[in-house]
Nanobody, 125 residues
Framework: QVQLVESGGGLVQAGGSLRLSCAAS????????MGWFRQAPGKEREFVAT????????RSADSVKGRFTISRDNAKNTVYLQMNSLKPEDTAVYYC??????????????????WGQGTQVTVSS
């Protein structure tokens, strides 16, 4: 089993920055893809970004490209989401997820095997 705990959410003004962290425990995440998703009230959960074990393969949603950066520190079993130039439409609960590396690049929430509880990000205008 893998346990994922997100942190770093909060309230920020538009144009500001936040860095989310996701700490994993329970087992090593070797070969796992790690992803970030978000869900706004009344909307479906949507893909934000994902990163391979090596960090050499990353993908981001078009809505966050150029503003958000995903990274990971395997020694710390932690994945990060640096969010810059935040907009009110980025307001959502952000979830960290882990996929066991069975697939290609995992974009769908159903591809992922483990989930964190989420952290709230609120961007005020």
């Amino acid at each position: 089993q893998v346990q994922l705990v997100e942190s770093g959410g909060g309230l920020v003004q538009a144009g500001g920055s936040l860095r989310l962290s996701c700490a994993a425990s329970g087992r090593t995440l070797r070969n796992y893809f790690m992803g970030w998703f978000r869900q706004a009230p009344g909307k479906e959960r949507e893909f934000v970004a994902t990163i391979s074990w090596s960090g050499g393969n990353t993908r981001s949603a078009d809505s966050v490209k150029g503003r958000f950066t995903i990274s990971r520190d395997n020694a710390k079993n932690t994945v990060y989401l640096q969010m810059n130039s935040l907009k009110p439409e980025d307001t959502a609960v952000y979830y960290c997820a882990a996929e066991r590396g069975r697939l290609g690049v995992p974009f769908r929430s159903t591809d992922y095997d483990y989930w964190g509880q989420g952290t709230q990000v609120t961007v005020s205008s």
